[in-house]
């Protein structure tokens, strides 16, 4: 049975925490294998003075829009400050931390270089080596397997906050092997690190491997079939077409009103890309791109797991999709994000270049 840093943390009673002054970074998705919040847990044990609160993008209910400003607010069941470090600061300020010994990280990442929550640890750690703070994070497998390790990386001008450092789309690390990376490479005044791992995880079991619930640890994260989509849906982001944002299956549909959904799908599955089937799919986004209208796409479904290939299959579903509409298809312009200026497209920070860009609008054929 696999246990999660928080159980390990558990079975030692809290030795690394004893009478320090903790602060806490996570979310819903922090539970030990009881289904027991970390916060919870963490503030009902005598022998942790639990003092502060910390929360990545979507806040610590994780409720929050994608890319939403989150402010800084009390915890309504302990009364600890909840500082939101996707809102006024993505780092921590001096003030934040002026009354904790230790910062704990504990929430779910998914393996992926543009999700969010290891960037705002990165931060974590460059806020705690200047200010003398220690960082404990409770690790968790990552639910793609320590095996899978794809992508490009990133060119230096397109670093931003989906992706601060040169690593792989997908980099097959833990969310704290990889803080671990990042403090000994990256951060100019490392941080005192302590990375408590899971117990009976191997690298190449995914998350149907392990046997733990999985729970959303974001709106647009709702089941683990998500994340084996993300690390290429997540692309389409960076387009006018919906990734389905507002419907009960975001990145695992692509649309737009302008599509015609069984055209698609057939022209998809001539391509034969292994491991996948397109299904003609009609809907209607609550929120985000084309909300309030009727798109039409289709749905992809892994058919096999052993040979998909999520990168090259949803950069293959843009690059058909910008073929057969050229007159409607179109990336999303440069924009301010909040976190960055708005000079470079969004695709081409997720992607990590503007060279796949630039070939889709060729029609040149893609790498895989």
């Known amino acids: 049975m696999i246990q999660n840093g928080i159980d390990q943390l558990q079975a030692t009673d809290f030795q690394i925490l004893n009478h320090r002054r903790v602060g806490l970074m996570s979310n819903p998705s922090g539970v030990d294998r009881n289904l027991r919040r970390t916060r919870d847990i963490l503030w009902q044990a005598p022998e942790v003075n639990l003092v502060a609160l910390f929360s990545p993008e979507h806040g610590f209910a994780a409720a929050a829009p994608d890319a939403a400003k989150v402010a800084s607010m009390a915890d309504p069941q302990t009364g600890l400050p909840i500082y939101s470090l996707y809102g006024e600061t993505y780092r921590p300020t001096e003030a934040m931390l002026q009354n904790v010994d230790v910062i704990v990280c504990d929430l779910q990442d998914v393996g992926v270089r543009f999700y969010t929550y290891v960037w705002t640890v990165s931060y974590i750690l460059d806020a705690a080596g200047e200010y003398g703070v220690e960082v404990v994070i409770l690790d968790r497998p990552n639910p793609l397997g320590g095996n899978t390790i794809a992508g490009p990386l990133i060119d230096e001008p397109y670093l931003s906050f989906v992706g601060r450092f040169p690593i792989p789309i997908s980099h097959g690390l833990t969310l704290g092997e990889l803080a671990q990376m990042v403090n000994a490479i990256w951060n100019p005044q490392p941080a005192k690190l302590t990375v408590i791992p899971c117990a009976g995880w191997s690298r190449s079991m995914t998350w149907d491997d392990t046997g733990l619930p999985w729970i959303p640890p974001s709106p647009a994260m709702p089941h683990d079939s998500t ?142």
């Open 227 to 368: 994340v084996q989509q993300y690390p290429g849906a997540c692309l389409i982001e960076g387009t006018q077409l919906s990734e389905g944002r507002g419907t009960a299956l975001p990145f695992e549909v692509v649309g737009a009103p302008w599509i015609n959904a069984v055209q698609l799908a057939d022209h998809l599955n001539a391509q034969q890309w292994p491991g996948v089937v397109f299904r003609p799919h009609t809907f209607m986004p609550t929120d985000s791109k084309w909300r309030g209208a009727m798109c039409h796409g289709v749905q992809v479904h892994i058919t096999d797991m052993a040979v998909w290939r999520p990168i090259a299959v949803w950069l293959g579903v843009i690059r058909e999709i910008c073929l057969l509409y050229s007159d409607q298809f179109a990336w999303l312009p440069p924009q301010s994000t909040g976190v960055e200026a708005g000079e470079f497209h969004h695709f081409d920070r997720l992607v990590g270049s503007d060279t796949v860009r630039h070939q889709i609008d060729a029609g040149v054929a893609l790498a895989t």
